[in-house]
C-alpha cells in the first residue's frame, strides 16, 4: 500500500530525537514544513532549523535518518491529528503524527469527538477515518468530510415572437442611388398574435458544507413580461398577446405595441403640433414651427421643414430635412433621412442619408453617408463607434468636424458635470464668505437680529446641500472620466473618395486636421495619433 515517509519523536534520557520512516510504493518524501509545524504545535520552540534540515537531508539518502534535536527529557507525545478544512468549506482533512516512542495511539471515538470539537458537523467519512487509524497514514491529508453541493438552478428566459432587431438599412439601387420611398421600418402584428413567451426561474436546491452550514446555489435572474398598452398576459402571466393590430417595438425589455396615427396632408395650421402614444406616419409635408412627437416612430413621406421630430422609435424622411437652421430631429432609434440640411440631429441608433450639410449630427450607433452624394460638408458629426461618407468638407475648404469614439451623451453629461461643479464652488465660495461675516458679528456682538439669524441658517444649510451635491457629481464625474479612458481609442472614420482641407477629425480625445486633398482613406487611432490606412 502506498505509504509517505513520516517522522517520529524519540524521548531517550539524554534528549528527543527525530527518527525517519521511508515511503513506501512511491509515497511523498518527509517535507520539513511537515515536521515544523508539527513541532510548534507541540510547543518545541527551541529546536535548531539548522538540524530539521539536516534530518531532512539524511532522511533522502536513508532508510532511517536519527538525530538528536533537544538535549533533556521530555513528556512523551501520544498520536495527534491535525484537522483542516478547505476555504469553501467544501471537505475537511485529517492529517496524522505517530505518537513518540512512550506515547499512546488516539482511538477512533476520540479521534470523532476531535473532528466535532473543530466544527465539522456534516458529511463525515467514518470509513476513511477507520483506514488512516488502521493504516497509521502519518503524513498523508485524508478526505474525511465531503459537503453536499448545492443543485444549481436555471435563469428565467424570454422568447420573442417578432423581429426585435427590424432591419433599418433602405436598400441601394445598382447606380448607387438610394430608395428612401421604399422602407419597410415597421414590424407589423396583429391582434391577438402572441408576442413573447416567459420560461421561469428554477432557483436550485440548498447544498450543506462540512460545518453543517448551508450552501447556496448561484443566484438565478429573475424575468417577468413587460409590456405597455394595448398588450395582455395569459392567466399564468408566461405569454403575451396583442390585443390590436398595429406596429411593435421593443424598449429596454418592455414590449409596446401601438396602432399607427397617420395624418393624412401636411403638420400645419390644419393639424396644430401632432403628441401621440405611438408611430405617427405623416402623408404631407412637416411645416416650420411645427412639433410631430411620438412614443413610437416617425415616418414622414414628404420634406421637413424648420420643425421638430421627436421619437421614441425611429424617425424616417422619405424625401429629407431642410432646416433653415429651426430643424431638430431626436430619436431613440435610427434616423433615417434622404438628406440632412442646417438642422440639429440626434439618434439613439444609427443615421443613415444621402447628405448632411451645415448640421449638427450626433449618434450613439454609426452615421453612414451613402448614395449618389454621400456628402458630409460643414457642421459638426459624432458618432460613438463609426462615420462612413464618400466625401468630407468642399473644395471651398468649409469647416466640417468629424468625431468619433466617444459617447456623445457621455462626453456631454461629462461636461455639464464639470461646469456644474464648478458653479457650485463658486456659490460655495460666496456663501463661506457671507458667512464669515456674519459669524464674526455674531462672536463681537454676542448675538444677532433675527433677519440676520435666519440668513446665518440657511447659508449653513445651503453648504450641506452643496456640499452634498459637490460629493455625488464628483462620484459621476469619476465614473464618467473612468469609462471614457477605458473606451478611448474605439471609433472609425471612413472616407471613400476625397476629404478636403477644412475638415478636422476627433477619434477619442486626439485631433488632427486635413491639409491636402486625401483620397480613399481610414481614419483610425494608434496610441496618441491617428493614422490614415486604405481601404
Same mark, same amino acid.
Given at each position: 500500500?502506498?505509504?509517505?515517509?513520516?517522522?517520529?519523536?524519540?524521548?531517550? $534520557?539524554?534528549?528527543?530525537?527525530?527518527?525517519s520512516?521511508?515511503?513506501?510504493?512511491?509515497?511523498?518524501?518527509?517535507?520539513?514544513?511537515?515536521?515544523?509545524?508539527?513541532?510548534?504545535?507541540?510547543?518545541?520552540?527551541?529546536?535548531d532549523l %539548522?538540524?530539521i534540515?539536516?534530518?531532512? #537531508?539524511?532522511?533522502?539518502?536513508?532508510?532511517?535518518?536519527?538525530?538528536k534535536?533537544?538535549d533533556?527529557?521530555?513528556?512523551?507525545?501520544?498520536?495527534?491529528?491535525?484537522? &483542516?478544512?478547505? !476555504?469553501?468549506?467544501?471537505?475537511?482533512?485529517?492529517?496524522?503524527?505517530?505518537?513518540?516512542?512512550? !506515547?499512546?495511539?488516539?482511538?477512533?471515538d476520540?479521534?470523532?469527538?476531535?473532528?466535532?470539537?473543530?466544527?465539522?458537523?456534516?458529511?463525515?467519512? /467514518?470509513?476513511?477515518?477507520?483506514?488512516?487509524?488502521? +493504516?497509521?497514514?502519518?503524513?498523508?491529508?485524508?478526505?474525511?468530510?465531503?459537503?453536499?453541493?448545492?443543485?444549481?438552478?436555471?435563469?428565467?428566459?424570454?422568447?420573442?415572437?417578432?423581429?426585435?432587431?427590424?432591419?433599418?438599412t433602405?436598400?441601394?439601387?445598382?447606380d448607387?442611388?438610394?430608395?428612401?420611398?421604399?422602407?419597410?421600418?415597421?414590424?407589423?402584428?396583429? /391582434?391577438?398574435?402572441?408576442?413573447?413567451?416567459?420560461?421561469?426561474?428554477?432557483? *436550485?436546491t440548498?447544498?450543506?458544507?462540512?460545518?453543517?452550514?448551508?450552501?447556496?446555489?448561484?443566484?438565478?435572474t429573475?424575468?417577468?413580461?413587460?409590456?405597455?398598452?394595448?398588450?395582455?398576459?395569459?392567466?399564468?402571466?408566461?405569454?403575451?398577446? %396583442?390585443?390590436?393590430?398595429?406596429?411593435?417595438?421593443?424598449?429596454?425589455?418592455?414590449?409596446?405595441?401601438s396602432?399607427?396615427?397617420?395624418?393624412?396632408? #401636411?403638420?400645419?395650421?390644419?393639424t396644430?403640433?401632432?403628441?401621440?402614444?405611438? %408611430?405617427?406616419?405623416?402623408?404631407?409635408?412637416?411645416?416650420?414651427?411645427?412639433?410631430?412627437?411620438a412614443?413610437?416612430?416617425?415616418t414622414?413621406?414628404?420634406?421637413?421643414? !424648420?420643425?421638430?421630430?421627436?421619437?421614441?422609435? =425611429?424617425?424616417?424622411l422619405?424625401?429629407?430635412?431642410? !432646416?433653415?437652421g429651426? +430643424? $431638430?430631429?431626436?430619436?431613440?432609434?435610427?434616423?433615417?433621412?434622404?438628406?440632412?440640411?442646417?438642422?440639429?440631429?440626434?439618434? +439613439?441608433?444609427?443615421?443613415?442619408?444621402?447628405?448632411?450639410?451645415?448640421?449638427?449630427?450626433?449618434?450613439?450607433?454609426?452615421?453612414?453617408?451613402?448614395?449618389?452624394?454621400?456628402?458630409i460638408?460643414?457642421?459638426?458629426?459624432?458618432?460613438?463607434?463609426?462615420?462612413?461618407?464618400?466625401?468630407?468638407?468642399?473644395s471651398?475648404? &468649409?469647416?466640417?468636424?468629424?468625431?468619433?469614439?466617444?459617447?456623445?451623451?457621455?462626453? #456631454?453629461?461629462?461636461?455639464?458635470?464639470?461646469?456644474?461643479?464648478?458653479?457650485?464652488s463658486?456659490?460655495?465660495?460666496?456663501i463661506?464668505?457671507?458667512?464669515?461675516?456674519?459669524?464674526?458679528?455674531?462672536?463681537?456682538?454676542?448675538?444677532?437680529?433675527?433677519? =440676520?439669524?435666519?440668513?446665518?441658517?440657511?447659508?449653513?444649510e445651503?453648504?450641506?446641500?452643496?456640499?452634498?451635491q459637490?460629493?455625488?457629481?464628483?462620484?459621476?464625474?469619476? $465614473?464618467?472620466?473612468?469609462?471614457?479612458?477605458?473606451?478611448? *481609442?474605439? *471609433?472609425?472614420?471612413v472616407v471613400e473618395?476625397?476629404a478636403?482641407?477644412?475638415?478636422?477629425?476627433?477619434?477619442?480625445?486626439?485631433?488632427?486636421?486635413?491639409?491636402?486633398?486625401?483620397?480613399?482613406?481610414?481614419?483610425?487611432?494608434? +496610441?496618441?495619433?491617428?493614422?490614415?490606412?486604405?481601404?
Amino acid at each position: 500500500m502506498k505509504r509517505n515517509a513520516f517522522f517520529q519523536l524519540v524521548h531517550r $534520557n539524554d534528549g528527543v530525537y527525530l527518527k525517519s520512516y521511508p515511503a513506501v510504493d512511491g509515497g511523498l518524501p518527509l517535507k520539513n514544513d511537515d515536521i515544523l509545524t508539527y513541532l510548534v504545535k507541540k510547543q518545541y520552540n527551541d529546536i535548531d532549523l %539548522s538540524l530539521i534540515k539536516e534530518f531532512i #537531508d539524511a532522511a533522502a539518502k536513508k532508510a532511517n535518518a536519527y538525530i538528536k534535536v533537544i538535549d533533556g527529557a521530555r513528556l512523551p507525545e501520544n498520536e495527534y491529528a491535525l484537522i &483542516t478544512t478547505s !476555504g469553501d468549506r467544501y471537505m475537511a482533512k485529517l492529517r496524522l503524527y505517530p505518537p513518540s516512542n512512550d !506515547g499512546k495511539r488516539i482511538s477512533k471515538d476520540d479521534l470523532l469527538d476531535l473532528v466535532k470539537q473543530n466544527g465539522v458537523k456534516y458529511g463525515i467519512i /467514518e470509513k476513511n477515518i477507520e483506514i488512516a487509524l488502521k +493504516g497509521r497514514l502519518y503524513c498523508t491529508d485524508i478526505l474525511i468530510a465531503k459537503a453536499q453541493p448545492p443543485v444549481q438552478g436555471r435563469n428565467a428566459s424570454i422568447e420573442y415572437f417578432f423581429d426585435a432587431d427590424k432591419t433599418s438599412t433602405p436598400q441601394m439601387a445598382e447606380d448607387g442611388s438610394v430608395n428612401f420611398h421604399k422602407l419597410d421600418m415597421i414590424e407589423r402584428v396583429k /391582434e391577438g398574435q402572441l408576442l413573447a413567451k416567459l420560461t421561469p426561474e428554477e432557483r *436550485g436546491t440548498d447544498g450543506t458544507d462540512v460545518l453543517g452550514m448551508p450552501l447556496n446555489p448561484v443566484k438565478v435572474t429573475h424575468l417577468s413580461l413587460k409590456h405597455g398598452k394595448n398588450i395582455h398576459l395569459s392567466d399564468d402571466k408566461l405569454e403575451m398577446y %396583442s390585443d390590436v393590430s398595429g406596429n411593435v417595438t421593443l424598449v429596454d425589455d418592455t414590449v409596446f405595441v401601438s396602432n399607427v396615427y397617420e395624418v393624412p396632408a #401636411d403638420v400645419g395650421p390644419s393639424t396644430g403640433d401632432i403628441d401621440y402614444d405611438g %408611430s405617427v406616419e405623416v402623408k404631407g409635408n412637416v411645416l416650420t414651427g411645427y412639433t410631430v412627437k411620438a412614443t413610437g416612430d416617425i415616418t414622414v413621406n414628404g420634406a421637413v421643414e !424648420g420643425a421638430s421630430l421627436i421619437a421614441g422609435g =425611429k424617425i424616417v424622411l422619405k424625401r429629407g430635412i431642410q !432646416g433653415m437652421g429651426k +430643424g $431638430n430631429m431626436q430619436a431613440k432609434g435610427d434616423v433615417i433621412s434622404n438628406f440632412i440640411e442646417s438642422s440639429k440631429v440626434t439618434s +439613439g441608433g444609427k443615421i443613415i442619408t444621402d447628405a448632411i450639410m451645415h448640421s449638427d449630427v450626433v449618434s450613439q450607433d454609426n452615421v453612414l453617408v451613402h448614395g449618389k452624394r454621400g456628402l458630409i460638408a460643414g457642421g459638426k458629426i459624432r458618432s460613438a463607434t463609426r462615420i462612413e461618407t464618400k466625401t468630407a468638407g468642399s473644395s471651398m475648404g &468649409t469647416q466640417t468636424d468629424l468625431e468619433v469614439g466617444v459617447d456623445p451623451t457621455m462626453i #456631454d453629461r461629462y461636461h455639464s458635470i464639470e461646469k456644474d461643479i464648478e458653479l457650485l464652488s463658486t456659490e460655495k465660495e460666496k456663501i463661506m464668505q457671507n458667512l464669515q461675516i456674519l459669524q464674526k458679528r455674531l462672536k463681537t456682538k454676542g448675538s444677532l437680529d433675527d433677519d =440676520k439669524m435666519k440668513i446665518l441658517k440657511a447659508n449653513s444649510e445651503r453648504i450641506k446641500e452643496i456640499d452634498a451635491q459637490i460629493e455625488s457629481d464628483t462620484q459621476e464625474y469619476e $465614473n464618467l472620466e473612468a469609462e471614457l479612458e477605458r473606451n478611448s *481609442g474605439a *471609433g472609425k472614420i471612413v472616407v471613400e473618395d476625397i476629404a478636403y482641407p477644412g475638415v478636422k477629425l476627433t477619434i477619442s480625445n486626439v485631433v488632427t486636421y486635413i491639409h491636402t486633398e486625401t483620397q480613399h482613406s481610414t481614419f483610425v487611432r494608434e +496610441g496618441a495619433d491617428i493614422r490614415i490606412k486604405g481601404i
